[in-house]
């Protein structure tokens, strides 16, 4: 009953909100500019070029590769040639590698004898040594689960998490937020209590044979424990493991990786500018991240927000648009594993006493645009969103809503500005079938669907720069 | 400014009646019956195994072949393992087959020479002779072009349709409505005015080499006019042959297809219902259709709608949820190409007075749901979704909208009933990249968007049967 209300305050809201002020003759010139937008977006975008050539020429680009050195000159080349100017603004990133394709097989079924397994290592995982390893495995839910099960249970052993995403939770990301503390945490808490390797159901609400990647992190490693290695399986061959469990009682597991951290490497962030003419020091960001794990070719994650994010401005050009205030298009490196881009691009807006008045990040895939979700202060966010909700008759005859939520972790660090965070809210649930994935590809993203999202992320960014916020 | 409007007034209008009737405690279990759709549908659901054998067991179900019979069957026995009274209602349907492959090529380009092209014949056209036809081609843009081109310009030509789907359009079935008649009725226009053939653009917002097959009708022909062959050309194929035009202005097509109209066959519309135990008059029907074309295995169009509201009795059954109105799942049959089904079954149903109160088709696609349009008559569309509108409170969680519009070619002829009809609105905007081409398959359905389409139209069905219209 709690969200009918909520919904229905928003409604009422929107409605007093709109009565009041939104009935001059800007509502005109607004939808029509919003028309032309999504006129420009969709038969003339660029946006859908340029994720073609990010991850069919250029491909998987895991911070500190070649690769993502390569996104970084092209993308600085793309602004720049847009009129742009552009920097490269240092950070100083991880440098994992993945090494030789991961082995996993379990040795002794007496059901079902070796049984091979579909895994990749973990980013940021050690790696096994030469000969792998091999040791009885035990199943679990939970983080929780590990620490009640406690050394005894735990010790020499890999532990199995196996907690599914959610299927009844209809935003997807809501059930991967749900599973994640697994991938993220699952090594860490089990190296606690002398576990000597992990093995992490893939997070997806797909059931294939695809194993999918993703961060780990050993922050949560007691003093003087060592990092054990990590793999993610595909959900068939976890729910396979699970049965032969269930079966066996004792069953070995073996796994190889030859995955490890090198020394931290030079990158960029890339941060195209263009001069509010009237607010110049009120900053517009639209951004997304230019890294993607190395077996993807990070079409959704995250190379659609990218184009979608340099697509904006293109838009905007195009149709003469000249803004009153700054807008910064921002090519963020190393979301995946570290956020070393965003950390610095915080650091030094803050040392420079800059103002976001807003930061939009597309980060949640290339899909079919259902609006967005918006952040800020708990002090500000009553005022500035009730602005932004006035604006939805204006953004509904495209499919947008708005909904309070988290805006991007690339952006959100410049909540404390005081300004009003928005995150692109696109269709989710196709988004976890290819997340940290091989088929994270250019042709599953559908050319008109990634048009809408830089029609729905201009709209937006046309609405603030006119009005302010 | 009329959008914004109808906006804002659909807005005050909404708000008005939830505060008036809906905020008694009825909606929270309401909300939490809804909450166990859902989770049914998800999961519990049995649309996509459904799905999976009515295309990659069956396959293309065009009317009059032995898979639309099978499909019949299958649903039959379906339908029937569920516990529902099923009818096989008889109707008789075109039988067109499309015989051998089709050939399409340029045969005289002065700059290309001979050049293939990628074709199928339209449905229920008229096939060539063995020899096919060659003859100059013209390309016009619409059929109003041909009218004014008049004997002079047509005659003994084909006429090449080329007028593209408007990919401003942000919904794709307004897009297809501007463009479909060149399609429907180009070849009965052109052989008015004497051309021998005509071939058209398909139907699609993407360009690529796969062409989309789909109905052509000769109603329009006039008296003492033969018919005369039609193909749909890919659309990378059309922008060729258009560029080929243009350089060589004389430019000679040939066509072969041996596609013919046989003699109609019986057939049968699979009815499957249950009897409701307060109002048994008032009919709650949830319906898509059985026939596809050959060439496609009709996953989206209409595998999907047609396992989606056989999923709604299954899952409301699964919930044991006992229905006070009739409820009445129908698999219509050749909805593709002559509406047979359909119009058997509204004449029946208004022999026998019957009172559809409502009638739900999915006929737009598996895709992810974004709510319903609804029609009615006019005298009774005010009043009725009035009531309809109230409980937008309870589906938007959902991502579910309501607007007025059509509901679907087989339920259509239901509202003069004067009941309130309601069409399925899935996000539209890969549609048409599979639609009536082999590549409508069941891959190319994600099995939690179909789910959620499931619990979408099971969510309306439940407070229409409780609360009426």
Chains 1, 2 share one sequence.
Request: glycine share 8%.
């Amino acid at each position: 009953m709690k969200k009918l209300l909520l919904a229905f305050s928003l409604l009422l809201f929107t409605v007093t909100a709109f009565s009041q002020e939104n009935t001059t003759s800007n509502s005109d010139e607004d939808a029509l500019f919003i028309r032309e937008i999504y006129d420009a977006a969709l038969l003339k975008g660029r946006a859908y070029d340029w994720l073609n050539y990010m991850t069919n020429q250029i491909g998987g680009r895991l911070s500190g590769s070649p690769q993502a050195a390569s996104a970084v000159e092209y993308t600085r080349q793309m602004m720049d040639t847009m009129g742009m100017d552009v920097t490269l603004q240092p950070c100083i990133v991880p440098h994992w590698v993945r090494g030789n394709k991961e082995q996993a097989r379990v040795v002794n079924s007496k059901s079902m004898g070796t049984v091979e397994l579909d895994v990749l290592a973990l980013g940021n995982s050690v790696g096994t040594s030469d000969y792998g390893i091999t040791a009885p495995v035990i199943e679990v839910k939970s983080l929780q689960e590990v620490m009640d099960l406690g050394k005894e249970g735990v010790s020499g052993k890999i532990v199995f998490y196996n907690r599914p995403m959610d299927a009844t939770q209809v935003k997807t990301f809501n059930a991967y937020g749900g599973a994640a503390d697994q991938r993220v945490h699952g090594a860490a808490v089990a190296a606690n209590y002398g576990a000597i390797g992990a093995i992490v159901r893939s997070l997806t609400l797909r059931t294939d044979d695809i194993p999918h990647t993703g961060s780990t992190v050993y922050n949560q490693l007691n003093e003087g424990v060592e990092p054990i290695p990590v793999v993610a399986v595909s959900t068939m061959d976890a729910d396979l493991l699970s049965d032969i469990i269930e079966n066996d009682k004792e069953v070995d597991l073996f796994f190889r990786t030859n995955c490890q951290m090198l020394k931290p490497e030079p990158s960029y962030n890339v941060i195209g500018e263009i001069k509010g003419s009237e607010f110049p020091n009120e900053i517009i960001l639209i951004g997304g991240h230019l890294d993607s794990w190395d077996v993807a070719t990070g079409a959704h994650d995250d190379g659609a927000g990218c184009a979608h994010s340099m697509d904006v401005y293109q838009v905007l050009k195009r149709l003469n648009y000249q803004p009153k205030r700054t807008i910064r298009v921002v090519m963020f490196m190393n979301e995946e594993n570290g956020l070393a881009g965003a950390k610095e691009y915080a650091r030094v807006s803050n040392e420079k006493n800059e103002y976001h008045l807003t930061a939009i990040e597309s980060d949640r895939g290339g899909f079919s645009p259902r609006g967005f979700t918006m952040q800020a202060k708990p002090d500000v966010f009553p005022i500035k969103s009730k602005k932004v909700i006035k604006w939805l008759p204006l953004l509904r005859p495209y499919g947008l809503e708005l909904e309070k939520g988290g805006s991007g972790a690339d952006v959100s660090p410049l909540k404390s500005q005081g300004g009003l965070l928005f995150g692109l809210n696109p269709d989710s649930q196709r988004y976890f079938d290819y997340h940290h994935t091989p088929i994270d590809v250019w042709d599953a993203v559908n050319k008109r669907e990634l048009q809408l999202g830089v029609a729905a992320i201009t709209s937006l960014v046309y609405l603030i720069d006119k009005y302010g916020l």
